[in-house]
């Protein structure tokens, strides 16, 4: 059974429209990511929530938000898609994440942008 | 800024060969995972390593963490066409909950 489960599998969006990709789960963990993943590249940190507080990386673009309502769900916006955004999206989460702790992923969100 | 460099980017090998895939940095980590990526899927966990010399086996894999936790290894023994998938190591960052992950290894084992 999925444990991360991401929404939808593949979203097309048009160039400056926004988007949101959401990710649920059912391991109540604490902390969830978001990691962006161009083709053949290795995942990248946008940021991440240790129950409700977020943190940004430093060269995550201000076009990427993000949002945590709750423990089980939470969705990467972004706000005005650029051609270069265009990337699979992996959601993941790990229990109190001492760093080291096991990253459990969705199957990602691959998105294209027109 | 971490940053965590995979060698070699891509590898094609023959069934049965062994190989070797580094993965290193300047910074010092926490713990050292590897995962294994097939298209279209997200990574899924090989194994963690945490203290510094650890070596731990899985069937045909080794890993290895280097004495002064910056360095890790992985191995390969008898290549398999199943083995076939990117290699990605991630570092846990120390008192911190970020992991992040190295260059990534494509590996592509030919029946």
């Known amino acids: 059974d999925a444990m991360v489960i991401q929404n939808p599998r593949y979203q097309v969006t048009q160039f400056g429209k926004p988007v949101t990709l959401s990710c649920s789960q059912t391991?109540?963990?604490?902390?969830m990511y978001w990691y962006q993943q161009k083709s053949s590249q290795a995942p990248k940190l946008l940021f991440h929530?240790?129950?409700?507080?977020?943190?940004n990386e430093a060269d995550t673009p201000d076009n990427f938000q993000s949002r945590r309502p709750n423990t089980s769900f939470c969705f990467l916006d972004i706000r005005s898609p650029g051609l270069g955004d265009a990337a699979m999206y992996l959601c993941?989460?790990?229990?109190?994440?001492?760093?080291?702790?096991?990253?459990?992923f969705g199957s990602g969100t691959q998105l294209s942008v027109l | 800024t971490q940053l965590l460099e995979q060698s070699p980017q891509f590898l094609s090998i023959q069934e049965g060969e062994n190989l070797t895939v580094y993965c290193n940095s300047s910074?010092?980590?926490?713990?050292l995972q590897w995962y294994r990526q097939e298209p279209g899927e997200g990574p899924v966990l090989l194994v963690t390593?945490?203290?510094?010399?650890e070596v731990k086996k899985l069937k045909r894999l080794t890993f290895q963490f280097g004495d002064a936790r910056k360095d890790s290894s992985l191995h390969i023994t008898a290549a398999q066409p199943g083995d076939t998938g990117l290699y990605l190591c991630?570092?846990?960052?120390?008192?911190?909950?970020?992991?992040?992950f190295g260059t990534g290894t494509r590996l592509k084992v030919l029946a």
């Open positions: 991630a570092g846990g960052t120390p008192g911190t909950y970020k992991y992040i």
């Open positions: 993941a989460t790990s229990r109190a994440g001492t760093g080291n702790e096991k990253l459990f």
């Open positions: 390593v945490v203290t510094g010399g």
């Open positions: 929530y240790y129950d409700k507080d977020f943190n």
């Open positions: 391991l109540n963990h604490n902390v």
């Open positions: 910074s010092v980590f926490s713990s």
